[in-house]
């Protein structure tokens, strides 16, 4: 009868906090003249500033989320928004050729690249492992280690130790754990000693396409 062992990760320990939020990014400024200053109604050059706004993760930029654009009069020295202005500046404003070909940022999309770089590894790595899995099954050694995922819903290993025909001897691992993760930490000489059993080739093959077998490591 093997013994169980149950481990429970706990809580990890950081002062590391993440935030999410937006910030803003100088990308453009400059001035526009003969604008009229809805505020003191003069005739005056603009000073303006665009700026790039994005949210981020913590230092991550995620993805941008429009622009902001910012302007002082050069006479009354007030602050003023796009909206502002009446529909002719505006006009007048937006197809200024600097600001009509202000280009976002391209590391204000590191987030979504970051996302998509992972999700290709991850699919690769999916794929790949797979096929390695596949490969491996279908040519057992011994020493070759099964991960398992028992009817109890714990997850254990079994280690092949000699290949003799069509039969496969094993030896169960004596301990199990409740989280998949951890099998690596129960996988040591010492942990398979008495629980033996035999297989055919075809039983393993069998465990595997039923997904009790969920992946193999071989040190050759």
Do not use: A
């Given at each position: 009868m093997t013994t169980e062992l149950l481990k429970f990760v706990s809580p990890i320990k950081t002062d590391m906090i993440i935030l999410i939020?937006?910030?803003?990014?100088?990308?453009q400024?400059?001035?526009?003249?003969?604008?009229?200053?809805?505020?003191?109604?003069?005739?005056?050059?603009?000073?303006?500033?665009i700026y790039s706004k994005y949210v981020h993760l913590t230092m991550i930029?995620?993805?941008?989320?429009?622009?902001?654009?910012?302007s002082e009069c050069s006479n009354c020295n007030v602050d003023l928004d796009y909206e502002d202005f009446s529909e002719n500046d505006k006009h007048k404003i937006i197809n200024q050729k600097e600001?009509?070909?202000?280009?976002?940022?391209?590391?204000?999309?590191s987030g979504i690249a970051l996302a998509i770089g992972f999700l290709m590894y991850g699919i690769n790595y999916y794929i790949e492992n797979n096929h390695l899995i596949e490969e491996r099954i279908k040519t057992p050694i011994s020493g070759d280690v099964y991960n398992l995922k028992l009817d109890t819903?714990?997850?254990?290993?079994?280690?092949?130790?000699?290949?003799?025909?069509?039969?496969?001897?094993?030896?169960?691992?004596?301990?199990?754990?409740?989280?998949?993760f951890d099998v690596d930490e129960i996988d040591i000489p010492e942990n398979y000693t008495e629980s033996k059993a035999i297989y055919s080739k075809k039983e393993i093959l069998d465990l595997?396409?039923?997904?009790?077998?969920?992946?193999?490591?071989?040190?050759k």
């Open positions: 939020g937006t910030k803003t990014h100088l990308i400024e400059g001035q526009i003249k003969d604008v009229d200053c809805p505020k003191c109604s003069g005739n005056n050059s603009l000073t303006y500033r930029p995620l993805f941008p989320v429009g622009k902001i654009f910012e600001i009509k070909n202000t280009e976002t940022p391209f590391w204000t999309y819903g714990y997850y254990s290993t079994i280690r092949i130790d000699k290949i003799s025909n069509d039969s496969i001897y094993t030896t169960q691992n004596d301990y199990q754990t409740n989280l998949p595997y396409e039923k997904d009790i077998i969920s992946s193999i490591k071989r040190n």
